[in-house]
C-alpha cells in the first residue's frame, strides 16, 4: 500500500467514528507506536513528565478488526524499560507484554513488534506492564478498539478513559504512591479525568444513536458511574456482548468500574439541541460530578434504541460445569511483611499483599510460580476469596471467564477479564483453558500488584 493510500484511509476510518485515533485497517503496514515523554494541561498549567506515544496529547485511540492482524512496532525512547500490554485480548502468549514472563523488557532505543490478531469485537486498552506504575501514573494508558464485521446501527462512537493524576498545586507530578496507600486502598490521584479532561464535552447529533465505550484505566481507583439526561443501555461489559437484561445505573445504585473494566453504553441523545446525555461518577466526599457530557446538536433525527441490531457473541468457549476442576485462590496481606522483591520490572520496595498467603507466588524473573497449571481445553472453576478489608480487581490475561456465585450478592453472568472482589467476597469464575501459555493473574490496583498480589497460571 502506498502511502498515500494509507493516509487517505486511515483518516476517513478516524472521522467515521469523529475521533482522532489511529486507525489500523487489516492491509496497514507496521504502525509505530513511540513511548516518549510528553506534556499536557490536565489543569491549570502544563504538566510535564508525563508518557504518551506523542508529545502533547494523550495516547491514542488504537483500532482494529475482529480476526484481523495488528502489527504495533512499540519503540522505547524513555531511560527506563517497558513493554506493552493489550488488556484483555486473547492472543498469543508471546505477544501479551509481561516482561520475563513473556518477552524481555524493551530497553531504551529498543523496540519489539506485536502481532495482534483478536478473535474478539470490543471495547480493550493498552498499557505498560514494565515500570508500570511509575509509565501508567504518568499517562501511558490507551483505548483499544476492536470492531465488530458488521456495525449493530450507531450514528456515532465516543470513547471516555477514565483516569486520575496526582498532581500538586503547580501541577506538576506528585509521587504517584505512599506506603501507606499501597498497604491499604491504593494511593488516589487529586485529579479526575476523561480523555485528560476535567469536562469532557463532546457534540452528538439530537436524537441520534452514541455508542459510548468507557473504560476505567487508573491504576486506583474504582468509579462510581451512572447515566443521567438520557435513555441508556448496558451493551457490552469488559469487551463481550451483554445478553441478559441488566439493570439500569442510578445515583442510588452505580455502576462499580473497577481499574481495567470496560462497559459499553448505547445513549439515545435527546431531542433538544443544546441537552445533554451525562455520565457521572460519585467520589467520596463529593456530590455526583459529570465526567463526560455528551451535547445534542440540530434537529433531532430522532432514532430509537430498538433499532440497533444485537452484537454478535464472541467466539469464547462455554464451560462445562459438570467436568470442571476448582482450583481455589486466596487474596490478602503477606503474613509477615516478606522481603521486597527487586527481581521484577519495577519494583515499589514493598511485599504489603499475597496470593495464597505467599508474597509474589508467581515470578518468572525469580523462577517461582505458575500458581496453578491448567489443561488445554478443559474447563475449571477458580474460587476467588478475599480476605482483606481492601477491594481488588483481580485480572486474568488471555482467558475470559464468567462469574458464577458470590458469597455477598448476585452477579450477572457476564464475560469478562477482571473480577472487582468486594470485602471478603469470594466469587467462583468458570473458564475454558482454551489459549496456552503463561497468563499474568493480579490485582489491576497496580499498588497491589507491585507489591506481591501477582502470579500467573500457566495453561498446557
Ligand atoms: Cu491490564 Cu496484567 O494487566
Ligand atoms: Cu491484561
Ligand atoms: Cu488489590
Known sequence: M????????SSAAAGAFGLGGLSLAASDPVQELVVQPASYRLRGQRTTGMVSLSPDAPPPVLYGRQGETLRLTVRNTLPDYTAMHWHGLRIRNEMDGVPYLTQMPIGENESFTYELTPPDAGTYWYHPHCMTMDQMARGLTGVMVIAEPED????SEQVINLRDFRLDEDDAFLSAYTARGAARAGTFGNVQTANWRSEAVYDHA???LVRVRVVNTDTTRIYNLHPEGAQTRIIAWDGHPVETDV???????????????RVDLAVRMPDDEGQSALLLAKFPGQKHRAMVRLRATGHSIARDLRELRPLQANPVPRPDLDQAELHE???????????????????????????????WPGDAAQGTGPLAVLQRGKSYVLRLRNESPNLHPIHLHGLAFVPLTSNLRKLPPLLSDTM????????????????????????HVIEHQKTGLTGFIRVI
Open 329 to 359: 485462590f486466596v487474596f490478602g496481606w503477606t503474613p509477615e511483611g516478606g522481603a521486597p522483591n527487586d527481581g521484577f520490572c519495577g519494583s515499589l520496595g514493598y511485599s504489603f499483599w499475597s496470593i495464597n498467603r505467599t508474597p
Open 152 to 155: 449493530p446501527g450507531f450514528d
Open 206 to 208: 439530537a436524537g441520534s
Open 247 to 261: 439493570t439500569r445505573p442510578t445515583a442510588a445504585q452505580p455502576l462499580l468500574l473497577a481499574p481495567g473494566q
Open 2 to 9: 502506498k502511502r498515500r493510500e494509507f493516509l487517505l484511509g
Open 420 to 443: 472487582l472482589l468486594l470485602k471478603d467476597e469470594t466469587v467462583d469464575i468458570a473458564l475454558v483453558a482454551d489459549n496456552p501459555g503463561d497468563w499474568a493473574f493480579h490485582c
